[in-house]
């Protein structure tokens, strides 16, 4: 299976200062097509997971602008430009491009 | 927009076979998507536990395979997961999703059902 891994696990934030969060997968995720199949999922608290972006950079309707993807090959970044109370919860991200498809182990933004 | 629910048993006996449904409304189980199950063990993260696309085909995470079978119903417009053998290691919030794509990760998610193995 390919092993997706996240950094930092846990993320305290200010509110309004910007967010990093690292995903790196154990081989790279370009598939044949030559598109790269990496996904972040976003899930508050209680809540089921909701996509936020797919395909590297391409974000769902109804995501706020703040939120942005980038990355190639095996190294990939979910950033938030300026954090909102709303954002707090566990970011995954999560590899479409082999079977089975795995997540990442979470990265829990926080409020500082 | 596709809304899924999902029902099903919230407590399962060691050794025993795990089954739930998945309704869908909003959008055809006979289409040209992705149905999918994923599931959470609790303070966890997520596990993808495999799909049906194409009417009926499967894929399956070989941490299940041999236990589990995905199928749908045309005729509720829903779809199944059944996992056979089940231990307390398969407590967990499993959840229905759907994906438009065979890559794109999934745009519409169950609210989730608890599940919890034990005697």
């Known amino acids: 299976d390919v092993v997706m891994t996240q950094s930092p696990l846990s993320l305290p934030v200010t509110l309004g200062q910007p967010a990093s969060i690292s995903c790196r997968s154990s081989q790279s995720l370009v598939y044949s097509d030559g598109n790269t199949y990496l996904n972040w999922f976003q899930q508050r608290p209680g809540q089921s997971p909701r996509r936020l972006i797919y395909?590297?950079?391409n974000r769902d309707s109804g995501v706020p602008d703040r939120f942005s993807g980038s990355g190639s090959g095996t190294d990939f970044t979910l950033e938030i430009s300026r954090v909102e109370a709303e954002d707090v919860g566990v970011y995954y991200c999560?590899?479409?491009?082999?079977?089975?498809?795995?997540f990442g182990q979470g990265t829990k933004l926080e409020i500082k | 927009q596709v809304q899924l629910q999902e029902s099903g048993p919230g407590l399962v006996k060691p050794s025993g076979t795990l089954s739930l449904t998945c309704a869908v409304s909003?959008?055809?189980?006979?289409?040209?998507?992705?149905w999918i199950w994923v599931r959470q063990p609790p303070g966890k993260g997520l596990e993808w536990i495999g799909e049906?696309?194409?009417?009926?085909?499967?894929n399956y995470n070989p941490s299940v395979m041999g236990r589990v079978t995905m199928s749908p119903d045309k005729s509720k417009n829903q779809f199944s997961l059944k996992l056979t053998s089940v231990t307390a290691a398969d407590t967990a919030v499993y959840y229905c999703?759907?994906?438009?794509?065979?890559?794109?990760?999934?745009?519409?998610w169950g609210q989730g059902t608890t599940v919890t193995v034990s005697s």
């Open positions: 049906i696309y194409q009417g009926g085909r499967t």
């Open positions: 999703a759907h994906s438009a794509t065979w890559s794109a990760g999934m745009d519409v």
């Open positions: 909003g959008g055809s189980i006979s289409s040209t998507n992705w």
């Open positions: 395909m590297v950079s």
């Open positions: 999560m590899q479409g491009t082999y079977w089975p498809h795995t």
